[in-house]
């Protein structure tokens, strides 16, 4: 199969053992007015809030190589970073894949579990891993990823386009309780920073340990604030002496 070409600001699509699909995938992704009109919203009628509980999800998983069940209820009594790409055997996904993977046991560490969800079926998923990475595969991977055929986890979560049918950069960090801590979006082009991740799952954490409060920029070796009147000045004077 050819290699799709697209529009400004859009993706491609690459080769891949189910052709149909993506040369369907393709024509949605070389859309000419592409931020304008495909990708422009979703239609989802409800989207989890932060401090509120994450939608439960249950679908087929590929991880470690083996087809597996899954779902929210697997990662009770730990921290889950959940995050949704676009499509298999495109470009920006797999770097932020292998990049979550590389990390994965820095995540393990602080008693979090990362997993990747794409509408996706679980038989693309591991032809996907099985594809070595100079080829634009996944190759070894150390996180699940969940497959969304029917799209309603993505529709859960309010992140799915409706009209293409795929989903947005979404990613949710959802405490042991279910609840999710933070939610944030990006549009296609763009990946995300996983260091980030993990710096925001820390703060999260230490928030709940310590009762104190995490300032912009906070990393474990900062300070942090006390979140009261007096508690604050003693941060404030700190900090800009």
């Known amino acids: 199969m050819r290699e799709a070409k697209v529009a400004t600001g859009g993706l491609k699509v690459s080769a891949s053992p189910h052709g149909n699909s993506v040369n369907k995938a393709s024509r949605i992704l070389t859309c000419p007015v592409l931020q304008k009109t495909c990708f422009s919203t979703s239609t989802a009628g409800w989207a989890p809030a932060v401090t509120q509980h994450a939608p439960h999800f249950k679908a087929t998983a590929v991880h470690n190589g083996e087809f597996k069940e899954m779902s929210l209820d697997d990662f009770k009594g730990k921290y889950l970073v959940l995050f949704f790409y676009p499509l298999d055997f495109t470009f920006v996904c797999p770097t932020e894949i292998i ?120 990393t474990p070796d900062s300070p942090t604030i006390k979140p009261t009147p007096e508690g604050s000045k003693e941060y404030f004077e700190k900090v800009n002496n």
């Open 99 to 218: 990049s979550f993977s590389d990390k994965a046991s820095e995540f393990h560490d602080i008693n979090c579990e990362v997993v990747g969800v794409s509408v996706d079926s679980h038989f693309t998923h591991l032809a996907w891993i099985n594809t070595p990475r100079k080829a634009g595969g996944l190759g070894n991977i150390h996180i699940p990823l969940l497959a969304d055929l029917n799209k309603q986890v993505s529709r859960d979560y309010g992140i799915l386009l409706e009209g293409p049918g795929i989903a947005l950069r979404g990613l949710f960090i959802i405490d042991p309780s279910g609840v999710v801590k933070h939610m944030s979006v990006n549009d296609l082009p763009v990946g995300r920073c996983v260091d980030e991740t993990l710096r925001l799952v820390r703060a999260f954490q230490f928030v709940e340990t310590h009762g104190e409060v995490c300032p912009a920029s906070w």
